[in-house]
């Protein structure tokens, strides 16, 4: 049984590192991550938010046309363009790149 240098416990198997052959398993490929697109950001003071009507506009730092964000876990993973169904009115991203170094 390998054991932890510095503890001395034995290594549970999810702290040794993933191998490729690990990465490419369907049980593996088959976890549902959840992609978050970030349209732009805006910052404004706490007494600006707490002073907001609504329909008062806050301007984003993007134009339309501009690539989106594309976040995993907080972290960028690429850009994408923002989509349109016009049958069911439903709107999505079209992959334009991703990060080199996931």
Known sequence: MNTDASTGHPKS????????????????????????AVLGKVKVSVSQLMAAKPGEPFWLDKHFGEPVELQVNGKRIGYGEIIADERENIIGIRLISVEADL
């Open 13 to 36: 198997r999810s702290a040794m590192p993933a191998t490729s052959l690990e990465l490419s398993s369907p049980r593996v490929r088959d976890i549902p991550i959840e992609v978050e």
